[in-house]
């Protein structure tokens, strides 16, 4: 049954007469009546309201009968042919035509060309045109406000009739008889290749309304099961491959927070395709495929990628493309959040700037816009050009917006999950940084060695594949506990006297300790990352004080293990290999600088002498460095010591 229209020209007759009063009134008002007394005037008994320009241009034409038979002659034009509020209504209502019904005459018209109806804005628009005929006397700015008087006029001649359209699919549906079909238990209502008549859909909608609770339930299990099997993947996988990082279960429920993220996004974005395709009526529009690839299905993994790795990202996005695919009941959806997420993870492997990712997200967008053209073509959507431009616009902005929420959740993670990626990094390693500026001027030796410290450990961590760019940067804070009492350090103490000449060598270790626990307050002060943090105390694990203990050993006979422990630090040991590296690279740094003429096969005894002794001490028992490593380690730090403590020519007169 077709929605029936109650055409009222009624409505075009009551803009006419108040146009007509317009004119009267305009006529009847003096000669030098201000504008605004004839404003307020004609607002007040007609309810037109006009513009002072408007107005002046009027009370210009002295309001004149011809002008007046020009406006009425145009109005009328628009007015008495059906005017609808929006078009909105006819899609609202999915149909091919409407019952128009003249209130005066009561007629009724089925119209099936519901292009031919204007809706207000477009009659509105069209009194405005400069096709409309006016006198040679009108420039175009007047013709302009004349048109727009016109338009303020327009209101709609054509509405719904709820209750009209209800009470005749009432008598249509009470006139059908009551017709029961059966179908017998686990008969199939349709076959796989058969055509799907509007009888066999309604027993589909049923059937879907009456599914047993049983049923439901079965399948709610059997998603369950599926969920579960994968999020155990993803734990064993954690497990057994991803050992570098150490907080396992906060990496492994960073993920789970991604995956809720991205799959909340989708739900989102499909709803919405499902309304927009609802909504629209022509192609490509009217499908929701094109606005799901509106989805930003690549935020997850772009997430895990810098917050992570590339393995674990990518492990992550062969889970969340089967997520996909099982909520979302679409194979091609499932293939498009695999491809999506490889070329998010391809791109930003190596990602160390946040404006990176805005480059990142025009990849990603190209990726997508390929995925979907690739797609279409195997079937996801119909294969016409219009809808192929479409479905890879969409793909496209997918991909950026994909990159847009991804920056924004970015921070928010690496608080919430506490991990440090190479973007903070990169920020940390700005030696301007107040921090730093302070180290450089309360212990400019000890800002020196970190720097140095940092050269070393980065190549030393680079060679075995470890993170060389978090060991630099440690590197930079690993000391700035020195900064409180810079002077009891050998490395600030230029030309000046020993201060710990003058102490007992248990409170020159306590002093030198204390730089250890004074260095985690101020970098808890200054709210660097823990993972910078821990580096502070491990630096120098339970490593033993040697010139302060043999000067106490000197003074007692008492060599216990008691008096040896007073004289090491609190600890704790490296815990990754990059702390151990940090470990030796600092001692190495400062051992360096007393080698007489520096050979590498000096140098290398020398590196090889501290690791072994920090080795054969247990520092590195609770780190997975291996004795390969420390090989490999050496001669990295060989190269670097070699550049920095280079031969000069002697220069003449110096």
């Known amino acids: 049954m077709l929605p029936v229209f109650d055409f009222n020209t009624r409505i075009a007759r009551e803009a006419r007469s108040s146009l007509e009063q317009m004119f009267v009134v305009g006529r009847q008002a003096p000669a030098d009546a201000r504008i605004e007394d004839l404003h307020d005037k004609i607002e007040e008994e007609i309810g037109i309201p006009l513009d002072p320009d408007q107005i002046a241009l009027l009370q210009k034409h002295r309001f004149n009968s011809e002008l007046e038979r020009l406006m009425t002659e145009h109005l009328e034009a628009v007015m008495m042919m059906p005017v609808v509020s929006s078009r909105s209504q006819f899609r609202r209502f999915g149909v091919s035509g409407i019952i ?51 338009g303020s006029l327009v209101v709609p001649t054509l509405e719904y009739n709820e209750a009209e359209t209800e009470k005749r699919r009432s008598q249509v549906r009470d006139g059908i008889p009551a017709a029961i079909i059966t179908v017998e238990r686990g008969k199939p209502i349709v076959s796989s290749g058969e055509t799907v008549t509007p009888a066999k859909a309604m027993l589909l909608a049923e059937a879907a309304r009456h599914r047993p609770v049983g049923q439901r339930a079965i399948e709610f299990l059997g998603t369950l099961v599926i969920v579960m099997l994968l999020l155990l993947v993803l734990w064993q996988y954690m497990i057994r491959y991803q050992r570098q990082h150490l907080r396992v279960r906060r990496h492994f429920l960073l993920q789970i927070a991604c995956f809720v993220v991205t799959l ?116 996801a959507n119909e294969p016409s050009l219009r809808v192929l431009l479409f479905d890879s616009f969409c793909g496209y902005v997918g991909g950026v917006l994909a990159t847009m929420a991804a920056s924004i959740l970015l921070p928010l993670f690496e608080w919430l999950f506490q991990i440090t990626t190479s973007i903070k990094l990169l920020e940390l390693s700005n030696l301007n940084l107040p921090l730093l500026k302070q180290l450089a001027e309360r212990a400019p030796g000890t800002y020196h060695h970190s720097i140095m410290v940092g050269l070393l450990a980065e190549a030393g961590a680079e060679s075995v594949g470890g993170d060389a760019l978090f060991a630099r940067v440690a590197c930079y804070y690993h ?119 520096p050979t590498p096969t000096k140098l290398r005894n020398m590196v090889d002498m501290i690791s072994g002794r920090l080795r054969d001490d247990g520092q590195f028992d609770d780190c997975d460095i291996t004795i390969r490593d420390l090989r490999i380690v050496a001669e990295s730090f060989v190269k670097v010591l070699m550049g920095i403590h280079h031969h000069r020519i002697a220069y003449p007169g110096y």
């Open 479 to 597: 000391d700035i506990g020195k900064s409180v009492r810079p002077s009891y350090f050998i490395e600030n103490q230029s030309y000046m006297d020993n201060r710990h000449d003058k102490l007992s060598p248990k409170m020159s270790s306590i002093v030198l300790a204390n730089h250890v626990k004074q260095g985690v307050e101020i970098a808890k002060k200054h709210k660097l990352p823990p993972r910078i943090i821990e580096i502070i105390p491990q630096h120098h694990g339970t490593g033993l004080m040697k010139f302060f203990y043999y000067k106490a050993r000197r003074g007692t006979e008492d060599e216990s293990m008691a008096l040896e422990h007073e004289f090491r630090y609190p600890g704790p040991k490296p815990k990754s290999k990059e702390a151990a590296i940090i470990m030796i690279a600092d001692s190495v740094e400062a051992a360096a600088r007393t080698v007489q003429e």
């Open 264 to 379: 909340g996004l989708a739900r989102l974005f499909f709803t919405f395709a499902a309304a927009m395709s609802q909504w629209s009526t022509h192609a490509p529009f009217n499908s929701p495929t094109g606005y799901r690839y509106l989805a930003p299905l690549a935020v997850g993994a772009v997430m895990v990628t810098i917050l992570t790795d590339a393995n674990a990202a990518f492990i992550f996005s062969a889970i969340l493309s089967v997520f996909v695919g099982v909520f979302s009941g679409n194979v091609y959806m499932a293939a498009f959040t695999l491809m999506s997420s490889a070329g998010a993870i391809y791109h930003l492997q190596n990602c160390r700037d946040r404006t990176a990712l805005v480059a990142a997200g025009l990849w990603i967008g190209a990726i997508n816009a390929a995925t979907a053209l690739a797609l279409d073509l195997l079937g």
């Open 100 to 150: 128009r019904r003249d209130l005066k005459s009561g007629q009724e018209v089925v119209v099936t060309d519901l292009a031919s109806i204007r809706d207000k804005l477009t009659a509105s628009a069209s009194l405005k045109s400069e096709k409309l005929i006016w006198p040679a006397e009108y420039d175009s700015s007047s013709r302009r406000m004349l048109g727009e008087i016109l």
